[in-house]
């Protein structure tokens, strides 16, 4: 009886839960997305073939058990949905809000490829963590006994929380050292509200924090604590810091006021939120109320911009990218949604030069599409006496991020670094060249998705453990 409620794909249409109308939405903050009735969420599960080789599976950097978990909410059986969900993910109703699902397993689902539409995978996950921090099935973090070796962890982002969250159920004692004022890093205060409403970052928090994570907020490894004190204090030392330093554009005028990057401006938006008293926003400066804002970028970030930019109460926001729009590497829907609360793109299209001591507009150099590069992708080529003047009060530049200098930083010369900057380590293990040090995340595989870097904190925690069982063994012979 069971099975029937499965491969519902023939009769019953993908839908996606009820998202809140452009012109509601527009004006706040708040998630766009409403949650599923338990009905709902039943039936889309049901949709899903049960295929016998699960690409959407496979395509999860986390591998998380999706057919599984999805014939369970089907069934009604959300709290083993929910344990099977949380087995591989250790923030399944975070990636459930933010994931690219239309890139990774949605975009691989077998009935989507016959032209059934989607599983709403990303939804159901959302649903189900949801329903279990309501009913009481995410339980405390509490081990089974307590050991004596120490891991810190530098960064409090998604890699770092991770990490810890795998050493704690093992009883490791945790101290994470984060220079910011709040635990989360990009979680906290580089992805917006209407995508991941901050209570359900600090619920993770704090439930890390009531397991015995000693967090060390305000604290910058390298000035308030060395690098090196940290690897005498602790068995281990797992650098999770992410990759915080923007790209920068060399143009004529970049350095005309009401030029911002990217982090600055959403780190602001976000403070905000929180009730900060934030003295770059109240003046205008990293404000975009009542400006002409234009956007430079086509990632996930400049789509976190635009949107903020419309809630802000900008007068108009445009969004220029060097490609188009197929070729754009931001989910495609969040550009839908984009578009849908009036931001304009502008494609093939960059950035030659800046007009006005303030800022008053963005030179543009109109592209096409050359022959495709080493990766494949096809190369933009600037079409020449084609440029324009894009009025502007505001500009975001959101071109990428890369890691900051770490090794100088840290006075850590030992601390190797690739050709990109970020830390040399081993995929599998995170194991760097220096002894006792890993790294996860972000600063080992570069700016990439929150995905990923809990998959690196999950491995690197598992490798530490094994490297401290290992010492404690031959400790005991």
């Known amino acids: 009886m069971a099975n029937q409620r499965m491969l519902q794909f023939v009769s019953v249409d993908r839908d996606m839960p009820e998202k809140r109308p452009p012109n509601l939405r527009s004006n706040d903050f708040q998630e766009i997305y409403a949650e599923y009735a338990l009905e709902k ?86 649903f189900i963590t949801d329903t279990a921090w309501e009913k009481g099935w995410v339980k405390p973090i509490a081990p089974s006994s307590e050991r004596d070796e120490s891991v ?30 709040r635990a989360g890093g990009l979680l906290t205060y580089g992805i917006p509200g209407f995508k991941l409403e901050k209570d359900v970052v600090m619920k993770r928090v704090s439930q890390l924090e009531e397991g015995g994570v000693e967090f060390r907020l305000n604290c910058d490894v390298g000035n308030d604590i060395s690098f090196a004190e940290l690897q005498q204090k602790h068995q281990a030392v797992l650098v999770a810091t992410g990759v915080y330093k923007s790209r920068e554009l060399a143009a004529p005028g970049i350095s005309a006021a009401g030029i ?78 984009a578009e849908e609360e009036g931001v304009e ?67 850590a010369p030992d601390l190797k670094v690739t050709r990109w900057g970020t830390v040399k380590a081993d995929f599998l293990t995170h194991e760097t060249e220096m002894p006792g040090v890993y790294a996860c995340g972000d600063i080992q595989r570069g700016a990439s998705l929150v995905v990923w870097a809990i998959r690196d904190g999950r491995e690197a925690a598992e490798a530490i453990l094994n490297q401290l069982d290992s010492a404690a063994q031959i400790a005991a012979e």
């Not at 978990?69 to 959300?78: I, K, M, Q």
């Not at 990636?95 to 059934?116: A, F, M, T, Y």
């Not at 704690?168 to 004692?173: I, L, T, Y």
């Not at 006496?385 to 500009?395: I, K």
Request: charged share 25%.
């Open 41 to 126: 969420a039943e039936e889309q599960s049901g949709r899903c073939s049960q295929c016998g080789v699960p690409y959407c599976q496979s395509h999860c950097p986390l591998h998380n058990n999706i057919p599984d978990w999805l014939r369970l909410t089907a069934e009604g059986r959300l709290q083993e949905a929910y344990e099977i969900s949380q087995a591989t993910n250790t923030f399944p109703e975070i990636c459930g809000r933010i994931c690219p699902q239309d890139r990774l397993c949605e975009g691989n689902c077998v009935i989507e490829q016959s032209g059934h539409g989607t599983v709403t995978i990303g939804s159901v996950e959302k």
């Open 345 to 411: 793109f502008v494609w093939l299209t960059a950035p030659k030069g800046f007009s006005g001591d303030d800022v008053a507009g963005v030179i543009v150099q109109k592209m096409r599409l050359g022959a495709p590069d080493a990766t494949g992708r096809q190369t933009p080529e600037i079409i020449k006496d084609e440029d324009y003047v894009e009025d502007a009060d505001l500009v975001i530049m959101a071109l990428g991020f890369e890691p900051e200098d770490l090794p100088t930083l840290w006075n």
């Open 260 to 337: 911002v990057r990217a982090l600055d401006y959403l780190t602001a938006s976000n403070r905000k939120s929180f009730g900060d008293d934030v003295p770059e926003f109240d003046p205008g400066q990293l404000n975009a109320e009542g400006k002409k804002v234009v956007v430079i970028g086509g990632g996930d970030t400049a789509m976190d911009c635009v949107r903020t930019a419309v809630r802000q109460g900008a007068t108009s926001v445009k969004c220029l990218y060097r490609r188009d729009r197929a070729n754009m590497p931001g989910s495609q829907r969040e550009v839908a949604n």
């Open 152 to 181: 810190g962890i530098v960064g409090a982002g998604p890699g770092g929380l991770a990490a810890a969250d795998v050493l704690r159920r093992q009883g490791v004692q945790v101290t994470i050292y984060e220079r910011n004022d």
